[in-house]
């Protein structure tokens, strides 16, 4: 048990105070036996993962923060496909990696999406028309309250747009200890992203897993969604908020804004379920005025993407705030949708709408 460890340097957007307890090193069953008997004495707990989709407050976390090591990846052949248990600390561009070389079909899209394989089914992971509930058969994971042991079916997770069961009606409930992928050996990959299919001269399978791979990462690479430090715009949470899915006529009456603003082309619409209609937040932030680019305090939207917030090497979470809400509050204004974060919060005072506010 550490005291007073700083966590910006753990996660991705690089801001933040410390925590003030912090263990790492240790299993699952043991983080969960830590985590519960922190509970039992009153302190907020957090599981860390890759640190990549949070935002941290400046004042840090009052309370205990765990990692979970359990690693491995075991392959077991199930009729003509294959069943995939992976460890939730394994790294999941690494997991990525692993399947294209073992020429494992279904990740190969999720190339480049930083983070540990825990944080996968939680959020519902998603980029390039794939999502990680594509390929999830089940999960594993400690019920921290009452210490048991319990297996999760696809159906049991509550699968939506990047999200789940683990990330609202049971938050905080579980540890997830492992994950289960159904993967299949040497099947041509589907591309069913439009960006992507254009990078393929407009062809909807790929047979060379390692190529679709190359070009997931360098499309992603374009727009700074890759974790390279090299890159001034690196210090993001990847994608601030979710893409809005609102009723057609909400879809209708952005289109028309746009247009009595003096927009031209098409706005990108997408379908959803139940006659929904899923919008690019993206598309709106820009919209709504604010250009790649747009700074606020020591924080900016990235030149490359303005759907990521980047800290430009001396921002605080307080100027990252200040700017979530400014283009949230712009974007309904213009627009009458008000976009998700994406982004956990951890150690703020308020709930994420009076921040945003």
């Known amino acids: 048990m550490q005291e007073h460890v700083p966590l ?22 043991r ?10 004495r009153g302190l907020p707990t957090f599981v860390l993962g890759g640190g990549s989709n949070l935002v941290v407050s400046d004042e840090g976390f009052d309370g205990l923060v765990a990692t979970v090591d359990e690693f491995g990846i075991d392959i077991t052949e199930d009729h003509r496909s294959h069943r995939v248990r992976v460890g ?10 692993f399947t294209v070389d073992e020429r494992l079909t279904g990740l190969e899209c999720l190339s480049g999406i930083p983070g540990r394989v825990g944080a996968a089914p939680i959020q519902n992971i998603g980029a390039y028309g794939a999502e990680a509930a594509d390929r999830i058969i089940g999960l594993s994971a400690i019920d921290l309250v009452t210490g048991e042991r319990r297996y999760f079916d696809h159906a049991d ?35 069913n992203y439009e960006e992507l299919r ?15 791979r190359e070009t997931v990462l360098r499309i992603r690479a374009g727009k700074s969604m890759v974790y390279d430090t090299e890159d001034p715009n690196h210090r993001s949470a990847g994608s601030f908020f979710v893409n809005p899915i609102v009723e057609a006529e909400v879809a209708d009456r952005c289109e028309t804004a746009a247009r009595a603003a003096g927009f031209e082309g098409a706005m990108p619409r997408f379908a959803a379920d139940g006659g929904r209609v899923k919008l690019s937040a993206g598309w709106l932030i820009e919209r709504a005025g604010f250009e790649r680019g747009f700074a606020f305090g ?12 980047v800290n430009t090497g001396s921002a605080r979470a307080a100027d990252v705030v200040a700017l979530a809400g400014f283009v949230r509050r712009g974007v309904h204004r213009a627009f009458g949708v008000t976009l998700e974060p994406e982004a956990i919060f951890v150690g703020f005072k308020k709930p994420v709408d009076e921040l945003l506010a």
């Open 8 to 29: 910006a340097p753990r996660t991705t957007m690089g801001v933040g105070g410390p925590a003030r307890f912090f263990v790492e090193g240790l299993d699952a069953a």
């Open 31 to 40: 983080v969960a036996k830590v985590i519960r008997h922190g509970r039992e």
């Open 88 to 97: 939730a600390g394994v790294v999941w561009d690494e997991l990525v990696a």
């Open 157 to 191: 997770c509550g699968f939506g747009y990047r999200t789940s069961m683990f990330k609202s009606s049971a938050r905080d409930r579980y540890l997830v200890t492992s994950v289960d992928f159904r993967l299949s050996r040497s099947a041509p990959s589907q591309l």
């Open 198 to 212: 254009r990078a393929f001269g407009g062809r909807e399978s790929v047979s060379d897993l390692t190529e679709v």
């Open 298 to 309: 020591q924080a900016r939207l990235s030149p490359k993407h303005a759907l990521a917030i």
